[in-house]
């Protein structure tokens, strides 16, 4: 298990710009890059023990973080 925050910024380091860009021009992708910001927090706090939950739950919050990171990186995608 990994104990490093897994940010938009350090998972996609060549579309930080892009990133910044859609989340002020694109209500549905601010929307997911915040979702994704919290579910990915909880992981890390969950995985940190600074908010611990049970293992099903900590491996479906993982689940969760990458479906978004996937969708987001389809966004992300498209728009290059």
Not at 7 to 30: C, G, M, R, V, Y
Not at 65 to 78: G, V
Request: zero cysteines.
């Amino acid at each position: 298990m990994s104990n490093t925050p897994h940010e938009l910024a350090q998972e996609f380091p060549d579309k930080t710009e892009l990133i910044s860009q859609l989340k002020q021009s694109d209500a549905h992708f601010a929307k997911l890059a915040d979702e994704y910001h919290e579910v990915n927090r909880a992981v890390h706090r969950a995985e940190t023990n600074v908010e611990p939950v049970e293992e099903l739950a900590e491996v479906e919050m993982r689940k969760k973080r990458a479906a978004l990171k996937d969708e987001i990186w389809s966004l992300l995608s498209e728009k290059a």
